[in-house]
């Protein structure tokens, strides 16, 4: 596509409830990155991936949250038995290379809510 | 205390007025980034520095890494400007994409 997709824009859960999140790098790109943006935070970063590894996870908040790439493409953020404090911007990004060499593409977000 | 800290929080300028958004980091960087964020949520990536200065348009990016410090710099601001301006950084050692950002400035250009 041409820019980075991420779906849904917008989710509202229950609270113990699994959610999935989706993101569709520039064809191409081979970094993906997940950030986080809570309500009247900064952004923090939860993952990266190279290709379909993930070398840095550090971000990740608790055993709750995972992520995968399929296919050197598409990514799936899951957060499983949500919490209210999961409740968040989510940002994805890709870039052709890694971050010291070239510059990220944000997509428009997941507005996540945990009711 | 942060290690990404930006100046001013908040900024409201005239249209047409040059503008100056700083920001200062305490840790050693390879690369520092300027984002833009508009009212919608959706985050472009103005530039990314490691050192010197960058020209975009209307916009200028400076770094000075000895000060560990760096600027953004519009000129002939314009309401369309208008938007959340966040710097990030990487620091030495860290991953390509692990950024520690900062907390961003609100600006706001009225016409």
């Known amino acids: 596509g041409a820019g980075v997709s991420q779906s849904p824009s917008n989710k509202v859960t229950e609270k113990g409830k699994d959610v999935e999140l989706r993101c569709d790098p520039i064809s191409g790109h081979t970094a993906l990155y997940w950030y986080r943006q809570s309500l009247g935070q900064g952004l923090e970063f939860l993952i990266y991936f190279q290709g379909n590894s993930a070398p840095d996870k550090s971000g990740l908040p608790s055993d709750r949250f995972s992520a995968e790439r399929t296919g050197g493409s598409v990514s799936t953020l899951t957060i499983q038995r949500t919490q209210q404090e999961d409740s968040a911007v989510y940002l994805c990004a890709s870039s052709l290379e890694g971050l010291m060499n070239t510059e990220a593409f944000f997509g428009q977000g997941t507005r996540l809510t945990v009711v | ?111």
């Open chain 2, 1 to 111: 205390k942060n290690e990404v800290e930006q100046s001013p929080q908040n900024l409201t300028a005239q249209e047409g007025e040059f503008i100056t958004i700083n920001c200062s980091y305490s840790v050693g960087i390879s690369a520092l980034h300027w984002l833009q964020q508009h009212p919608g949520g959706g985050i472009v990536s103005l530039f990314m520095l490691s050192s010197g200065k960058k020209k975009h348009g209307r916009l200028i990016a400076t770094i000075n890494i000895q000060e560990k410090h760096s600027s953004l710099h519009i000129t002939a601001s314009h309401p369309r400007d208008s938007a959340v301006y966040i710097c990030a950084v990487r620091s030495y050692g860290g991953s390509q994409g692990n950024l520690i950002f900062g907390k961003g400035t609100k600006l706001s250009v009225k016409p």
